[in-house]
């Protein structure tokens, strides 16, 4: 029986032997009043057993009604206490997952990278890949506008600028393997026009994990920039490091954008945010350290290093040419170039890691 269905019954008892119990009394005290009057014309012995019992009679009523009334009113606290919201820390903790570390004892403080060695030809501008030089990579950079295989991104497509003026849909999503997150555009606002005259967006993201309903983060649209994409991503439990990019001049969108966005999936919070015109090639996390590379044709190439739990810039290493891939083998990191690539050595007490 449900405790709804128990709860009104209870309570119907409860009335029903409150009736009851004021009709006993009226009994009673009309009892008492023939008592007097039977006892009044002299009746015997026999009237006296048939008023005992009628006085009992009347005191088992009340003591029915009182028990009826005592189960109505345990049956609605039950039912109060199913139905009562959690705690307010109960509120506030998210079920089952545990939130990232963000500020560790001591931030990395060290360069991580060694001075770049450059190797660059015209004919490495189409042929070369990364994979020539460092094939037993044990870490591989995530995304980047212009990644050497096909971009896991390409079904969030249209959250950028575009000359048919084709917008993304909202509920677009595609699963990154990577990090095992479903990565999908919850919102798409038009954001007028980019510098080159095309008619674009800006879009909100959902990041979840598919197997544990409690990790999960939105990327608003104040974390967004107009015209920027998500094209990379970088997990360790909880922690997330999101990269935000545009493809095109920095002009074309007044310099706002290209950022690295990073965030708690446990807390569901953005942690921290980078400056802009940091982050349009991969993302490689490696220990305490994030590395993102930017850079744009005639603009500033570069590489920062972040430490990855409080976005503080480590290191700034300038490029000749935009870094696209990054790999990390033999102690040393990789990065694709437009015509060719840059190897940078690793600090040696991090080469092993």
Same mark, same amino acid.
């Given at each position: 029986?449900?405790?709804?269905?128990?709860?009104?019954?209870?309570?119907?008892?409860?009335?029903?032997?409150?009736?009851?119990? +004021?009709?006993?009394?009226?009994?009673?005290?009309?009892?008492?009043?023939?008592?007097?009057?039977?006892? +009044?014309? +002299?009746?015997?012995?026999?009237?006296?057993?048939?008023?005992?019992?009628?006085?009992?009679? &009347?005191?088992?009523?009340?003591?029915?009604?009182?028990?009826?009334?005592?189960?109505?009113?345990?049956?609605?606290?039950?039912?109060?206490?199913?139905?009562?919201?959690?705690?307010?820390?109960?509120?506030?903790?998210?079920?089952?997952?545990?939130?990232?570390?963000?500020?560790?004892? $001591?931030?990395?403080?060290?360069?991580?990278?060694?001075?770049?060695?450059?190797?660059?030809?015209?004919?490495?501008?189409?042929?070369?890949?990364?994979?020539?030089?460092?094939?037993?990579?044990?870490?591989?950079? %995530?995304?980047?506008?212009?990644?050497?295989?096909?971009?896991?991104?390409?079904?969030?497509?249209?959250?950028?600028?575009?000359?048919?003026?084709?917008?993304?849909?909202?509920?677009? =999503?595609?699963?990154?393997?990577?990090?095992?997150?479903?990565?999908?555009?919850?919102?798409?606002?038009?954001?007028?026009?980019?510098?080159?005259?095309?008619?674009?967006?800006?879009?909100?993201?959902?990041?979840? %994990?598919?197997? %544990?309903?409690?990790?999960?983060?939105?990327?608003?649209?104040?974390?967004?920039?107009?015209?920027?994409?998500? &094209?990379?991503?970088?997990?360790?439990?909880?922690?997330?490091?999101?990269?935000? =990019?545009?493809?095109?001049?920095?002009?074309?969108?007044?310099?706002?954008?290209?950022?690295?966005?990073?965030?708690?999936?446990? $807390?569901?919070?953005?942690?921290?945010?980078?400056?802009?015109? &940091?982050?349009?090639?991969?993302?490689?996390?490696?220990?305490?350290?994030?590395?993102?590379?930017?850079?744009?044709?005639?603009?500033?190439?570069?590489?920062?290093?972040?430490?990855?739990?409080?976005?503080? &810039?480590?290191?700034?290493?300038?490029?000749?040419?935009?870094?696209?891939?990054?790999?990390?083998?033999?102690?040393?990191?990789?990065?694709?170039?437009?015509?060719?690539?840059?190897?940078?050595?690793?600090?040696? %007490?991090?080469?092993?890691?």
């Amino acid at each position: 029986m449900r405790l709804s269905t128990l709860a009104s019954s209870g309570a119907r008892l409860a009335v029903y032997q409150a009736v009851d119990s +004021g009709q006993s009394g009226s009994t009673r005290k009309d009892a008492g009043s023939q008592a007097g009057d039977m006892s +009044g014309r +002299g009746f015997g012995p026999a009237d006296e057993g048939m008023r005992r019992k009628e006085r009992c009679d &009347v005191r088992m009523a009340g003591i029915c009604a009182r028990r009826g009334a005592l189960v109505a009113v345990c049956v609605v606290v039950v039912l109060v206490l199913l139905h009562a919201p959690p705690a307010i820390g109960q509120q506030q903790r998210a079920a089952d997952c545990t939130p990232a570390i963000w500020a560790p004892a $001591r931030a990395p403080a060290k360069p991580l990278l060694g001075s770049p060695a450059f190797v660059r030809s015209s004919d490495m501008i189409v042929s070369f890949r990364l994979n020539d030089v460092a094939p037993r990579a044990r870490l591989i950079g %995530d995304g980047g506008i212009t990644p050497e295989t096909t971009p896991w991104w390409g079904p969030l497509h249209g959250c950028s600028d575009s000359p048919s003026g084709e917008l993304a849909e909202p509920g677009a =999503s595609v699963l990154h393997e990577g990090t095992n997150l479903r990565i999908e555009i919850v919102s798409v606002e038009p954001a007028g026009t980019s510098g080159r005259h095309w008619p674009g967006a800006r879009c909100a993201y959902r990041l979840a %994990d598919p197997t %544990d309903s409690s990790l999960y983060v939105t990327l608003s649209r104040e974390v967004v920039p107009a015209f920027n994409e998500i &094209v990379a991503v970088a997990r360790e439990g909880a922690a997330i490091w999101a990269g935000l =990019s545009f493809n095109g001049y920095a002009r074309e969108i007044q310099g706002s954008g290209n950022v690295v966005v990073a965030a708690d999936l446990c $807390r569901h919070e953005i942690v921290w945010r980078s400056g802009n015109l &940091v982050s349009n090639a991969a993302l490689l996390r490696l220990g305490p350290y994030l590395i993102a590379g930017y850079g744009f044709t005639g603009e500033k190439r570069n590489l920062t290093v972040f430490a990855s739990r409080t976005g503080t &810039v480590v290191q700034r290493v300038a490029l000749p040419k935009a870094p696209s891939d990054m790999r990390l083998q033999d102690g040393a990191l990789f990065v694709r170039l437009y015509d060719g690539y840059a190897r940078l050595a690793l600090r040696e %007490d991090l080469a092993d890691q």
